[in-house]
């Protein structure tokens, strides 16, 4: 009877020691880590819960990613419209001034010529390029928008381009092709502004009606510059767009991290109390053990 009371008591101290260890390190982990669970046998239901939230995290930070690319090739598109508007201004001014009948051949031959370096400048922003190198307003082309055969500026791009994923079964197209912004109508007539541009140029260095081309270039600039104006607004409201979707986003993820840290988070006070009442049970319980087991029976006698 003594032999299997004196086994009974080093294995149920043993046991009791050693659960007060775990608990003790468990807690001691969680202050350490600021997590509440270790596995997921701790609290299953818990465990799922997280892990949802933490594929809604990894997500998120995709759509972020997304947002970004996007915000950045619709400021580079912005950039480059508003390089387009300050050219058509211009090539206006020059085409104003090309209008005065009073002007001499030569110097309505050197305004052509301006403008003639007007539209190589277009070309060039018409050509620029997104984040990712591929043309700016050259839809699914990585080449080149628009190409010069010396015959004239024509597009090479594709009709379209792709929208972005910005979360929430929402979506956002980051560039503009070039029709959409250098296309438009003058009196019913489909023409672009290399055209128009390239026309006023050619007709101020040659010997035609130099003052109604000017006049008819005027006109067709403005059609132009509504275009290109019409363009802006349509960026500006995709980069407010991608702003809102932004702003939700962040929101739902400070209400994802809230959760996260209700569910899986460790409460640092609680469980630093709990850590204390466990050492200090797990203490008196060594001190006890090492007192009862060095008795012996005629100890217990005397």
Known sequence: MISLSTSAFYERSTRQIGSLRAEADSLQQQIGS?????????DPVAAARLRTLSRADRLAKIDQRNSEIAQTDLKLTDQALGSIADVVIRAKELANQAANGALGAEQRASIGSEIAGLQQTVLLVANSRNSAGHALFGGHASGAAYADSGAGIAYVGTAGADPVDLGDGQSVTPSLTGPEVFQFDVNG?????????G??????????DQVGASRDAMNALD???DKVTTAQTLVGARMGWIDMMDQRREATGELVAEEQSS?????LATTMTRLQEVMTVLEASQASFVRLSSLSLFDMLR
């Open 199 to 208: 026309n006023l140029a050619s007709a101020l260095q040659g010997s035609g």
């Open 34 to 42: 600021g997590e509440r669970l270790s596995r997921s046998s701790d």
């Open 223 to 225: 059609a132009g510059l």
């Open 263 to 267: 569910v899986g988070g460790a409460d």
């Open 189 to 197: 007539s489909p023409t672009d502004l290399f055209t128009v541009l």
